[in-house]
């Protein structure tokens, strides 16, 4: 690796590196990039992209930071880390908002040639953080990286703006060389991200590698790293997002139930790159209309599904509001329908970018009338295609409207996903009928789970009529009858609850009984499931009980309940979940820790919190 | 036509679209002649039953689809345009209808109408317009006259009215036809073309509510003067009209003018020729909003141009292509593909 006498490789257990800069700097990019390299070379990892919503806000200021923070490993990765080892500051904002999300001592890369008097005012500093002390305690190294990157690209030819732009490739090469990565794998994705530009490909690849050797010159990295692969990770793996494993979800259901998925939507942070990858997917069956509004979005989905589609749409939270007439529609039309609501913080517009469950209680009861839908969380980025996968196994199954509720921290964030194969996914029996049965009836069901059947235009003898009105049981025609109305609401509600039966039970983390049970649901596993193991192994009697079922709860939500001294709730909203539960199960009290600042929980602060609450009597 | 299971051509009836149960429109509502024209231009279109589907948004038009024996889908007020394109594009096989009001498409579900016709989605679209909120029992609607007194325009309607066929033109639609529901031989005419038209085909019927809104289009569809105040467009014909034959519709100084043949010498020739099919729109648009006292009404298929592909089948095509030239040909190809790591 290096001719240096005096250079060592010391071996880590796992590391947490940020990359920031400007929101067009390109860190988003230099981020995928080295996560893939990593991922290659065998690591867990977990990744969390953190962005403005501005698509490049004024340059050099705070507001218009960019940050990519990836986690890897030898052990298991469950979040991207509360706080990283190295940062990488591509300018002075970059390091003012990122230097609370560091730990003491760790390798700051700075570029210098960011840190002119008039750049660090602009980001919000007295005093030159290079020489106020400011970064005392922590390893600086200071390196020329604009000017390097321009003058390596101006010498292949390409105009000033565009070198600029590959400074990111500068400090990731530098990256490269302290982690001991292979720099081919990096350069390899430069050539498949650029195959359109080849001028482009090789600027950014130069770079790296200039980068690359910048660094081995350095004497402060004498010391680099190296971080062996995972020991228990065999078979097939591949770098996954949480947008991209719900969009693959539905695909492999669709394939599994043999219908072809139709997803109308319409673009919202952060749900787009649903639409955007299921846009891409022609070649597999799959169509996409990018409607007018989100309302057309979901009913052009509702018309797919009574055309016999597997239909979906996906949205976020101001985009499930404008929904919820149409989701009512779909209730009592019993049609199979699949919302994804990948939430973000609100009310209203909110924080667009930012992660937060503030919309378990919309998904619940946000519709007007007696309206039961099912709601279901993923909890990781790659379970997102295994929620999405079953959230249309029951849609299918029970013809029911299912919301899945998944947020900005899964959807943008990835993490590996041990690739499955078709044939071991579970069966889905969607619930078509045959030309010409005589016995067919719109709202015939099914004596074990209440589902209707599911007759579709062009099929022959299945003629029908259905819509927003009440029906008649059975036999579907418009009724206004009061007795039939309350059996036709108790019958829909009743439907849901038995869905209970086709989902799994309620797994624990820990011991089946104990002090204190931590509960949590959604996209905070990670820090939930890293802050109890912790606890575990510093002898503390505390388990997880973390629910992807929500609307109904897993059949042995009680037994799991009943079996601990102390209930806490955790979830990054003003207190949603807690409520669901205490109107569920009021036999018993819960404690509350909740956050509600755009922010995923942090590892620590759960610790501190579950320790506080074991010690009180 | 042919059964999937017999083969058997057998040709279909007014029967086969007969309504499944009692039609509850008011007496003397218009809605009946129409349902009574759709039903005879189904069986006049052929094809078969099972693969017609009638959509509604909400209104008393929007009952519709569950008074005739199709598919149907009655859908929220105003979204039936979107409701009907998801339809469509799961499969295009069918014959979708999209029946609506003025209320429904051009109020609430004004955003979806335009969107749709500009997609050019192959749908054929109805409104009943009868210039009123019926269902809600008489509030003004966005088609209402200014000056119209109704329950929430007590001092007379201080907004301008939309002319349906002129958002159709302004979103670049393909095809746009008006007919009265007192003529049935009239909407069955331009009925029939709006299915047979590939795209977005939008259909306004001039209804009357016999409740709320009574004789509001009494001075164009009257006996005494229908002939003088409608003008029956026909391609490739001058455009004559009145109770004599001797009026017509001239283009002069980049305007329309009623002129009447013999007088100022003029004669058939230099009368306008209905040229619906011409993509440039700006005349068709014209007739479009002509209006009483100035001009008559045009009625009949105002604009009928195959001037691009649908959108659904733009989107088979497309499907079609990217199937032929991908590799991947199922989720465990993709799953597999790209950027996989074997450890």
């Known amino acids: 690796m290096k001719d240096n006498k005096n250079h060592k490789i010391i071996e880590l257990e796992h590391v947490v590196v940020k990359l920031a800069g400007d929101s067009g700097d390109g860190m988003q990019l230099s981020g995928s990039q080295f996560s893939d390299t990593t991922a290659i070379e065998g690591h867990d990892l977990a990744t969390f992209p953190d962005y403005p919503s501005e698509i490049r806000a004024p340059q050099g200021t705070v507001a218009g930071v960019s940050g990519f923070q990836l986690h890897f490993g030898h052990i298991n990765v469950e979040t991207p880390g509360d706080l990283a080892d190295v940062l990488i500051a591509l300018n002075p904002a970059a390091l003012k908002v990122n230097l609370k999300w560091v730990k003491p001592g760790a390798i700051i890369i700075i570029d210098v040639d960011s840190f002119e008097q008039k750049d660090f005012l602009k980001a919000g500093f007295d005093a030159n953080p290079l020489e106020d002390g400011t970064l005392d305690g922590h390893k600086v190294i200071k390196a020329p990286i604009t000017s390097l990157s321009m003058t390596t690209c101006l010498e292949l030819g390409l105009d000033p703006k565009s070198s600029e732009r590959t400074k990111n490739q500068f400090a990731l090469g530098m990256l490269y060389y302290m982690f001991n990565k292979d720099i081919d794998t990096g350069a390899n994705f430069l050539e498949e991200k650029f195959a359109k530009k080849p001028i482009v490909a090789e600027a950014n690849k130069a770079v790296l590698h200039a980068g690359y050797h910048f660094a081995e010159t350095l004497e402060e990295f004498d010391i680099t790293y190296r971080i062996k692969p995972h020991p228990e990770m065999k078979g097939r793996y591949r770098n996954i997002t949480g947008n991209t494993a719900a969009a693959w979800g539905l695909m492999a259901a ?364 | 036509m042919t059964t999937e299971e017999s083969n058997q051509v057998y040709p279909l009836t007014k029967e086969d679209f007969k309504s499944p149960g009692p039609v509850k429109w008011c007496a003397g509502c218009g809605d009946y002649a129409i349902l009574a024209s759709v039903q005879s231009v189904l069986v006049e279109l052929g094809g078969r039953k099972e693969d017609v589907v009638f959509v509604s948004g909400i209104g008393c038009s929007s009952r519709f689809p569950y008074y005739i024996n199709t598919y149907g889908f009655h859908g929220l007020h105003g979204r039936g345009a979107a409701i009907a394109t998801g339809i469509k594009i799961a499969n295009p096989k069918l014959q979708v209808w999209h029946i609506t009001g003025d209320g429904d498409s051009m109020a609430i579900g004004g955003n979806h109408f335009i969107h749709t016709i500009r997609r050019n989605i192959d749908l054929n679209i109805i409104i009943f317009n009868n210039r009123i909120y019926g269902l809600t029992k008489g509030q003004y609607s966005p088609t209402s006259p200014r000056g119209q007194v109704t329950k929430t325009s007590p001092e007379g309607v201080i907004e301008n009215p939309f002319t349906p066929g002129e958002l159709v033109m302004g979103s670049q639609g393909t095809f746009f036809a008006r007919a009265v529901d007192t003529d049935p031989k009239m909407m069955k005419e331009v009925l029939k073309a709006a299915a047979l038209h590939k795209g977005t085909s939008v259909v306004e019927i001039l209804q009357n509510c016999v409740i709320f809104n009574n004789q509001i289009h009494a001075a164009i569809t009257n006996k005494e003067t229908k002939d003088d105040h409608q003008i029956y467009l026909e391609a490739d014909k001058p455009m004559i009209f009145g109770k004599n034959r001797d009026k017509g519709l001239m283009y002069k100084n980049n305007k329309l003018r009623v002129v009447t043949i013999g007088q100022e010498g003029i004669t058939e020739d230099d009368l306008l020729v209905h040229d619906p099919v011409n993509p440039d729109n700006m005349i068709q648009y014209s007739l479009v909003r002509m209006g009483l006292p100035e001009f008559p009404m045009a009625m009949g298929v105002i604009r009928s141009c195959d001037c691009n592909d649908p959108y659904d089948v733009l989107l088979e095509r497309q499907m079609e292509e990217a199937k032929r030239t991908s590799k991947i040909r199922n989720m465990d190809d993709l799953m597999n593909s790209g950027n996989v790591l074997d450890l």
């Not at chain 1, 790159?273 to 009913?299: C, F, P, W």
């Not at chain 1, 015939?444 to 008649?472: F, M, S």
């Open chain 1, 254 to 617: 669709a394939e599994k139930a043999g219908l072809e998925l139709f997803l109308g939507s319409y673009p919202i942070t952060p749900a787009t790159e649903i639409l955007q990858e299921l846009s891409h997917r022609k070649h597999l069956g799959v169509k996409t209309l990018q409607a007018e509004d989100e309302i057309a979005g979901i009913n052009s989905a509702i018309g797919a599904a009574f055309a016999g589609k597997l239909a979906a749409t996906s949205t976020s939270g101001p985009g499930l509001a404008l929904k919820s007439e149409a989701i009512g529609l779909a209730v009592i039309t019993e049609l199979p329908l699949v919302i994804i609501d990948v939430q973000r913080g609100g009310p209203s517009t909110g924080l667009p970018t930012k992660p937060e469950q503030g919309d378990l209680m919309q998904a619940i009861f946000g519709r007007n009338g007696e309206s039961p839908v099912v709601v279901m969380a993923a909890s990781t980025p790659a379970n997102c295609f295994d929620y999405a996968f079953m959230a249309a196994k029951i849609a299918v199954e029970h013809m029911v409207p299912v919301i899945l509720l998944t947020d900005g921290y899964l959807a943008n964030g990835s993490e590996l996903w041990k690739v499955p194969k078709m044939a071991d996914l579970p069966v889905i029996t969607p619930r078509l009928v045959k030309d010409n049965d005589q016995n067919y009836k719109p709202y015939l069901r099914d004596p074990e789970t209440l589902a209707r059947t599911w007759a579709v235009p062009g099929q022959e003898g299945l003629r029908h009529r259905i819509g927003g009105l009440e029906k008649e049981d059975i036999i579907g025609t418009v009724s206004h009858d009061p007795l039939n109305h309350q059996k036709m609401v108790e019958l829909r509600q009743e439907k849901v609850y038995k869905v209970a039966n086709s989902i799994p039970e309620l797994e624990l983390f820990g011991e089946p009984a104990g002090d204190l049970l931590v509960v949590g649901w959604g996209g905070t596993y990670g820090h939930l499931v890293s802050a109890v193991k912790d606890l575990q192994t510093e002898g503390h009697s505390i388990s997880l009980a973390h629910f992807n079922y929500i609307y109904p709860f897993p059949r042995n939500t009680e037994e799991i309940l009943k079996r601990f001294n102390k209930i806490v709730v955790c979830e990054l909203n003003n207190g949603q979940f807690i409520y669901w539960l205490r109107a569920q199960f009021p036999q018993y009290k819960y404690l509350t820790y909740h956050k509600i600042q755009g922010l995923p929980f942090l590892i620590n602060e759960l610790k501190e919190k579950f320790t506080e609450i074991l010690k009180e009597h």
